[in-house]
T-cell receptor
């Protein structure tokens, strides 16, 4: 699975959009981009995933560049409860071997 | 509500004792997984099971054992052979029909005293 690079930390004002970038320049054609977040002492929470097209769900939007070498997770209206470590992961979508390479992630601090 | 239930949330073990962590899912998922997370670190795969009565070792299986007798259950035993068992343990599951997205339980903290 490809490696990802994320900034170690970011701040965001409450109510504003949080844009979290991820670089995955070695991504393969059959690898999906997944985003999870983890609040201290809890299990990672799935947010969203995509292959080529931009995706949106009730939690967030995922913007993937045309060359697929980077992506951005957007939380449209960040709240204090969105403070967490956010992980960007790439993996083969059809794989059920459980291989997930979590890097250090981005610690998002939402401030009042 | 469907989900993954891990128990206990906190567990203390004396050195030399085996302990078993429970993981139950009612999502009807075929695949289940166990991960270990150390403070400030990413997840490492211990074991995974793609179907009932079958499982494979992950990256750090030494000192651990699992069973998969039922689709909804995947217990993890941390044996006395595991030299540094204090960690946060996460159970997860996935299903082909949901795109093999992996969903996690809330985790179990194991501390060796």
């Amino acid at each position: 699975d490809a490696k990802t690079t994320q900034p170690p930390s970011m701040d965001c004002a409450e109510g504003r959009a949080a844009n979290l970038p991820c670089n995955h320049s070695t991504i393969s054609g059959n690898e999906y981009v997944y985003w999870y977040r983890q609040i201290h002492s809890q299990g990672p929470q799935y947010i969203i995933h995509g292959l080529k097209n931009n995706e949106t769900n009730e939690m967030a939007s995922l913007i993937i560049t045309e060359d697929r070498k980077s992506s951005t997770l957007i939380l449209p209206h960040a709240t204090l409860r969105d403070t967490a470590v956010y992980y960007c992961i790439v993996r083969v979508g059809s794989s059920n071997t459980g291989k997930l390479i979590f890097g250090q992630g981005t610690t998002l601090q939402v401030k009042p | 509500d469907g989900g993954i239930t891990q128990s206990p949330k906190y567990l203390f073990r004396k050195e030399g004792q085996n302990v078993t962590l429970s993981c139950e899912q009612n999502l009807n998922h075929d695949a289940m997984y166990w991960y270990r997370q150390d403070p400030g670190q990413g997840l490492r795969l211990i074991y995974y099971s793609q179907i009932v009565n079958d499982f494979q070792k992950g990256d750090i299986a030494e000192g651990y054992s699992v069973s998969r007798e039922k689709k909804e259950s995947f217990p993890l035993t941390v044996t006395s052979a595991q030299k540094n068992p204090t960690a946060f343990y996460l159970c997860a599951s996935s299903d082909w029909y949901s795109g093999n997205t992996i969903y996690f339980g809330e985790g179990s903290w194991l501390t060796v005293v």
